[in-house]
């Protein structure tokens, strides 16, 4: 997408100073600026940068006051972050897929696929199914039997939904996403073997839900394994069968919560940390990364760290006297000397 | 599916109070019940959903006496648990790709496909792999040369098997797991740089393995990377080169295990747990959740915790103590303190 | 690939003792070898091993006196580690995918694929992308719009790339690895909610870099998430967006880095190991498996260890004293008492 200086200037309620017809296709830091991108000066410690940028355009705020010449097209704007985040969104409305179902991709016949949404090349929706207006399914995605998938949702190439599973509206999956597997449930036999137990429940996702790459969520063994609305996870988790994650809760990269497991609203769960099964959550807890849950988390907003996880605070005073602990036995040591010295004279 | 009261009634051997021609398509727990699915009653402090519940069919005890009057219609019997393990195994027996190689997948010619197996869309069979029968391979499957799969497995979409892995019969790979891509082996240059080591073994996963989610499972250098029949591995797992996994060891999400480690038979290996490269573990060796094992363990049963792991029951105990180092600490300054007076009188 | 004992022998410019027809389909351990395969006896702890095992050709230094008589052909080298690495290469050189584009690939017509290339089956190539001399797509790959893939690279099977994605000479994608997928970037509102914000950057990978199955590398939000030449990075690892990786570090599986962090030259970063965002690590740091780096580390060639980490010898020496805080503890009170009693009698 090509884009003029005065175009952008419009779009902002700027003020131009330079080449209007100048265009732009991209965004840039400033300090790594390239012709044909737009780059932005917020924090005046990087204005050293604006001097020498190869950036086409520069955003700037509308009292800024150049020391040097300087070779980028200005806007200049009320508030420079606020104008940024327009941009941003201007240049990220980009869409790779056309619209309707790709003549390689595979729709079973008692599927529903709304005539907005777009059903991508060596894409499979099998039977049952129903994709919602204005949903993108990517390439190589493969959704199961019965899935319902809302609208205005973005899955990436190669996400796989098991059957029976349900996604909101305004959900984006990206590539290799799993929802749906079976969740990890054996039962132990008398001669040391393990019996599959059959997961019969499906994943429920609600709406505005983001997923990243490659994260795994089981199916319930019955019910349903749920995302609440507006949660947010990184790539690489693991999320057990029945579990529920509560309304705008973020998990970072690699966190992994086991079976049956609840955690509440607007929680922060550090990447690398482990749930185990069984707990609840208090909303608005906050996981430190690579802590490890072994327990219930009543009270909300509590903040916990280590492996298994203390009160934040405690934690890191524990750890600071761990890290003096050889000194400290050496002070142990020459206090029974001293001691013992002490004993011999009385 | 759907089953009326009657035939699951016939199926438990049980008897049937209410509509026999009521139907159900799934289960559901008692206290989520909805119409059209059948619960259970097993733990007495659930009774008071039983005359709550929507769920068309409940299964109770032959003793059980409702307090209250019941609307699902009744299926009595002898074990409620045994008879639920028999419904899920009637309700997990669904059948969603058709037998038989599906007009938009590829099999090789030189490749053998069982004439009972299914080959779904999109799905790839390379040269001289083998597939036997009643093995379900699923839309957008990898098989690459030589690889021979045995019987009656399912490999979940997206499943990527790189050439010359063997499986054995009774297996399952879900989605995205990917078997026999290169080990991590790299020799250092004189100049700071690596040359790859070619990793020329393969994958051997032997029968009634199933092996979770978007896990991997990399080739051995030269032999075999090893998965004993009936482990069980959790999703997002990490296997090496040349490990070796034993008979019915289950391992939890997010574990990792490096090049040539063998872990013994009936091991339980926590999630997030890290075991070094080289090293064996007896069997029945139970390490805790992210635990860090870095050398052998030889006594077979033992339980390790901690990152390095110390015997589990060491580790609950120092960790106790790590609780209250800030007070040790100051117990500690106190005794010099006293001693410090002591010396002055003395 | 079947090859002579005779064209062994004149490749590694050996003297050959047996039969030179003899053939051999792959290599194989002196302990585990197998009629058509050639093993080699370099350690000679391995020696009795060269009088039973089955292998057809057995590769030994040139003044290897056999105590007993050995069944296979022997071919006798000057340094036996130098002709293994030699034959592995060999063997190595296998090519399963046949050049050029296969029908059932789809690439758009405005995409430059070389006449070299390999573009295999259910493979997409989007608009305006450009595969590079000798590279071969594997099935299933997804390279999205304007992606830049250089000069013989491998990209397994179900590998993602998402567009303006840039990769450079022989770099090797493992199976489901994803490149590009958004950063995880969310702006908290008022309400509780997040805002996406858009993320326009992408991956830069350069020369020589190998990454392993299922490992994620986000795109930038602006600018490049950068993997440096020569990088190595194993299976399941995390790489947050604007993150950049030097020259020749190697990363073990299941590590993750944090956003916009930046981690040197020739560094080793162990297995599950996690670092914060927004540090940077000095050239050749040392991180230990399952440690966790919260703060910058200035001094090239650091090792450290544990979560948070410390200094590598200080973590060591810290833990061995945890080991036995108990005993610690108790002597604590010990002396506690033995003064209590001093100060009686003072």
Redesign the interface.
């Known amino acids: 997408m090509q884009v003029t200086a005065q175009q952008l200037c419009d779009l902002l309620q700027g003020t131009l100073e330079g080449d209007p017809e100048v265009s732009v296709s991209?965004?840039?830091?400033i300090e790594?600026g390239r012709p044909g991108t737009i780059s932005f000066l917020g924090n005046p410690k990087y204005e050293s940068y604006a001097y020498t940028t190869a950036s086409s355009i520069l955003l700037v705020s509308r009292d800024f006051q150049p020391a040097e010449p300087i070779k980028s097209t200005l806007i200049r704007v009320d508030d420079v972050y606020a104008s940024v985040?327009i941009l941003?969104?201007q240049?990220?409305q980009?869409q790779?897929q056309e619209a309707g179902v790709h003549a390689?991709a595979?729709v079973d016949e008692s599927a529903e696929v709304h005539t907005t949404a777009t059903v991508a090349?060596?894409a499979?929706i099998?039977?049952g199914a129903k994709i919602g207006a204005g949903t993108i399914i990517?390439?190589?995605v493969?959704i199961?039997?019965n899935v319902t998938i809302g609208e205005n949702c973005i899955l990436?190439?190669?996400v796989?939904v098991?059957?029976d599973c349900v996604l909101g509206d305004h959900c984006?999956l990206?590539?290799?996403v799993?929802l749906g597997?079976?969740g990890?449930g054996?039962?132990p036999q008398a001669d040391?073997?393990?019996k599959?137990?059959?997961?019969?429940g499906n994943v429920l996702v609600e709406n505005?839900v983001?997923i990243?790459?490659?994260t795994?969520i089981?199916r319930a063994t019955?019910?349903s394994t749920i995302i609440r609305a507006?949660a947010?996870l990184?790539?690489?988790i693991?999320i057990?069968h029945n579990v529920e994650i509560g309304?705008?809760t973020?998990m970072?990269?690699?966190s992994?919560v086991?079976g049956s497991t609840k955690v509440g609203?607007?929680c922060l769960i550090g990447?690398?940390a482990?749930l185990?099964g069984h707990i609840q959550l208090a909303d608005g807890t906050k996981v430190q990364?690579?802590s490890?849950i072994n327990k219930p988390i009543k009270k909300p907003g509590t903040a916990v760290y280590g492996?298994?996880a203390?009160a934040y605070n405690?934690y890191l005073?524990?750890?600071?006297?761990?890290?003096?602990?050889?000194a400290?036995?050496q002070?142990?040591t020459e206090?029974?000397k001293?001691?013992a010295e002490?004993?011999k004279?009385?």
Not at 196 to 200: A, F, G, H, I, N
Request: charged share 25%.
């Open positions: 991209a965004p840039s830091k790594e985040a941003l969104d240049f990220g980009s790779e390689d595979f090349r060596f499979i099998e039977k990517y390439p190589q493969y199961g039997e990436f190439p190669g796989k098991y059957r984006i990206h590539s290799n799993v597997s079976d990890f054996f039962a040391g073997t393990f599959k137990v059959p997961q019969l505005n983001e990243g790459a490659n795994v089981d019955m019910g507006g947010k990184d790539n690489l693991q057990a309304h705008n973020v970072a990269a690699q992994g086991a609203k607007n990447g690398q482990g185990v990364a690579q490890g492996s298994p203390l405690d005073r524990s750890y600071a006297v761990f890290r003096r602990l050889p400290l036995q002070e142990l206090l029974r001293k001691l002490l004993e004279k009385s």
